[in-house]
């Protein structure tokens, strides 16, 4: 079982609308955290947002929030006033238990290309 | 300067032949990774390494190896490239004590094998 899953291959979203990304995610440990990266067309991989699985109030990075409902495994990235310079792939990815026990590893999903249309 | 560099960013190669993918890094971070893009399949992991005396396979092993030379250095080796290692490859580094265990990324290495 993929153990992220992004269900959007693309979007494409009007210039100041707000857009949500979808991620969830599977896994059976009570610690765990959740990242997303942006991957514009020069490729590199830019760190958004990061919401850990004991935080109760959901994630914010200025125009980034995360959407974070715990029961239903689901991790959204939400973009509010989108701008052109957000076209680019959406990477959602999870780390498997606490950060202090050494799995350190991440394990992503296969993104979501966003296209902000003016 | 930029704080993880990766050489070369592009190379084109021949099916049969041995390539070296480099990674270094100012962060002094402990851990390092090396990914592989492939497109409609998101990143995976090759190789990490939380230590100069620490290597550890990822998902995707099989074909690779790497070298820990150092702290700050992650080489990542192709024996014998063949044309389905056609990737995007990325290192990454992360530090021992982090809030998050953000991993930071280089700018990519784009190969080709024919």
């Known amino acids: 079982a993929q153990k992220i899953t992004q269900t959007q291959p693309g979007m494409f979203v009007q210039e100041k609308e707000a857009v949500t990304l979808d991620c969830t995610y599977d896994?059976?440990?009570?610690?765990?955290?959740l990242f997303w990266y942006k991957q514009p067309s020069s490729g590199e991989m830019i760190f958004l947002i990061y919401q850990g699985s004991y935080d109760e109030q959901n994630a914010t990075e200025g125009r980034y929030s995360l959407n974070f409902q715990k029961a239903r495994k689901s991790a959204n990235l939400v973009i509010s006033a989108s701008q052109l310079g957000d076209s680019a792939m959406y990477f959602c990815?999870?780390?498997?238990?606490?950060?202090?026990?050494?799995?350190?590893?991440?394990?992503f999903g296969t993104g979501t290309r966003l296209t902000i249309i003016p | 300067d930029a704080d993880v560099t990766q050489t070369p960013r592009n190379r084109i190669t021949k099916t049969g032949k041995r390539i070296m993918l480099e990674c270094s890094q100012t962060k002094g971070h402990d851990r390092m990774y090396w990914y592989r893009q492939d497109p409609g399949l998101g990143l995976r992991l090759i190789y990490y390494s939380f230590d100069v005396k620490d290597i550890n396979k990822g998902e995707i092993s099989d074909g690779y190896s790497v070298s820990r030379q150092a702290q700050a250095k992650f080489s990542l080796s192709l024996e014998s490239a063949i044309p389905n290692q056609t990737a995007l490859y990325f290192c990454?580094?992360?530090?021992?004590?982090?809030?998050?265990?953000?991993?930071?990324f280089g700018p990519g290495t784009r190969l080709t094998v024919l």
């Open positions: 990454a580094t992360q530090p021992r004590d982090s809030s998050y265990n953000e991993q930071f």
């Open positions: 896994t059976s440990d009570q610690s765990y955290g």
């Open positions: 990815a999870m780390r498997e238990g606490g950060k202090v026990d050494g799995n350190e590893k991440l394990t």
